[in-house]
């Protein structure tokens, strides 16, 4: 029996992976009750991760997770875009390469070769991008995973014809409305919190941990600044770069600090090794 409260011309929702490890698209099952209600509006057509069910597209709305990081994956990328109305990035690694983009600032193949027995089976470009390198994208949702109640309103907002309605401040704003002391002030543990998007509700230092940057740059980040107090408070260099250099490594901001630490910390260690001339 039908449902009459479901209309018959629900839009179309697909969801798709690349280069990920589907914690995003676990985001969207996490849902739950409000997946049930928002299925009476949208129709999911396409979504491995929850049915092998599948309808051919157009699609009124895809949902893509993970990065680019083959050469089919850059040829199936366009194919979804020019088959979506509109096309939505969900977390880090779509938006910013993710962790994986780790091996755009090292050199061919050194990463696998360190992790493989035999590399020379791997098929992958040498770079971890972001989807919108290589395709047009309506809205990106960040995070590491994303933040469910965010994707229910991105969804919410193509459905009414909107924008939607996403923080841009950063992690500190949320520890202060949650009345969270700041680690960095009171204790000196390093925290990306002052240059880290909102929408996880600062769940790190709420269990006394320092923010790891999860959901990327916020706006107008210094992150300048927060490397120079951080060194100013004891951390290495290449601690503040393992810090800037993770989940959202390649972002605009966290990409050129994690890389310059990277370099200072390569010239000291050389100059460390390198014997001093003898005295004329």
Request: proline residues 5%; neutral net charge.
């Amino acid at each position: 029996m039908s449902d009459s409260n479901v209309p018959i011309n629900r839009p179309t929702l697909a969801v798709w992976k690349f280069a990920s490890c589907d914690g995003c698209q676990l985001s969207l099952l996490d849902c739950e009750d409000e997946l049930l209600t928002l299925a009476k509006a949208i129709r999911i057509a396409h979504f491995t991760e929850m049915t092998r069910a599948s309808t051919l597209g157009p699609y009124d709305i895809s949902l893509v997770e993970g990065s680019i990081t083959t050469a089919e994956d850059v040829e199936r990328i366009k194919v979804v875009r020019a088959n979506s109305r509109y096309l939505v990035t969900i977390g880090a690694c779509a938006a910013t390469g993710g962790v994986q983009a780790l091996r755009n600032f090292a050199a061919p193949g050194e990463f696998a070769a360190i992790v493989y027995a035999h590399p020379e089976y791997l098929d992958s470009l040498n770079t971890s991008t972001p989807i919108s390198s290589h395709v047009r994208v309506d809205y990106e949702l960040q995070g590491c995973p994303i933040d469910r109640g965010q994707l229910l309103e991105v969804l919410l907002a193509f459905l009414a014809g909107r924008r939607p309605v996403i923080a841009s401040y950063s992690v500190c704003q949320e520890c202060k409305a949650r009345g969270t002391v700041c680690l960095l002030v009171s204790r000196a543990v390093p925290c990306l919190g002052p240059v880290t998007r909102a929408g996880c509700g600062a769940l790190c230092p709420s269990i006394d941990r320092g923010c790891f940057g999860c959901f990327g740059p916020s706006d107008d980040a210094n992150c300048d600044a927060l490397a120079t107090r951080l060194k100013g408070l004891g951390t290495t260099e290449s601690s503040v770069a393992r810090l800037f250099g993770t989940f959202n490594t390649a972002a605009p901001g966290f990409a050129e600090q994690a890389q310059a630490l990277r370099v200072n910390v390569a010239v000291s260690d050389t100059r460390r090794r390198t014997p001093e001339e003898p005295r004329s």
